[in-house]
C-alpha cells in the first residue's frame, strides 16, 4: 500500500528566503505525487502534481517540487517566501494504474510559517 | 456550482446522536471522495465513489459509517451512534474523471462535528 511522510511538523523561513517542504513516499511503481495547501478555515487547495516527464514541476504560486526516484522524495520548493505562504501543506500519492489504488494517501502535514 | 459545497459547517451532537454529512460536488465531477480530519493530522481516506458505485470503503472506520451517493451526484455520509472520537472535520473532494484520472481534487470547506 502507498503511503507519504512528511518530517517535519513546522517549517520557520524567513521572507524573501528559499524555503524547503519535504516528503517522501513508498509506493509500487511509478507514482502520481502532489502538494496541496490548506490555509486556515478554508478546504485544501491543489498546488501541483509529477505524474510523468521533467522531474521538476512548476505550480501555484510560484511553488514548484523536485521528483527524485532515488530518493523516493517530492519536496515543495519556492525561491523566494512570502509572509502569505504561511499556511498547512499537505504532500499525498496515488499508486499507477492499472491495477492501481485509486484513494490519494496524504501525509499528516507541515506547518510553514513565514517570519515578517 | 462553482465549487463542492458540504453543509452542514458545523454540527454538535450528542454521543449517541445520528448525524448527516452532505457534499455537493462539482457539477460533471465523476469520482467523489470521503476523508477524516483529525486535529492536528492529514486527512484520512474513508470512501470513493465513481458515480453511484462506491469502488472503495476501506477507510471507513466502523459499521457505525455509512456513505452513499444514489444518482452519482450528490453524497451523504452517515455517522450513527457518535462517539467522541469521531469528533472531527470530514472532507469531501471531485476529480472530473474515473479510473484513468491524473488530475486534482476538489475539495469543500469540510464539515466539523464535534461530539459531546
Known sequence: AQSVAQPEDQVNVAEGNPLTVK???SVSGNPYLFWYVQYPNRGLQFLLKYITGDNLVKGSYGFEAEFNKSQTSFHLKKPSALVSDSALYFCAVRGPPPNRDDKIIFGKGTRLHILP | ????????????AKRGQDVA??????????????????LGQGPEFLTYFQNEAQLD???????RF?????EGSVSTLKIQRTQQEDSAVYLCAS?????????????????RLTVL
Open chain 1, 23 to 25: 516528503c517522501t513516499y
Open chain 2, 1 to 12: 456550482g462553482a465549487g463542492v459545497s458540504q453543509s452542514p459547517r458545523y454540527k454538535v
Open chain 2, 21 to 38: 454529512l452532505r457534499c455537493d460536488p462539482i457539477s460533471g465531477h465523476v469520482s467523489l471522495f470521503w476523508y477524516q480530519q483529525a
Open chain 2, 57 to 63: 470503503k476501506s477507510g471507513l472506520p466502523s459499521d
Open chain 2, 66 to 70: 455509512f456513505a452513499e451517493r444514489p
Open chain 2, 95 to 111: 476529480s472530473l474523471l474515473g479510473v484513468s484520472d491524473t488530475g486534482e481534487l476538489f475539495f469543500g470547506e469540510g464539515s
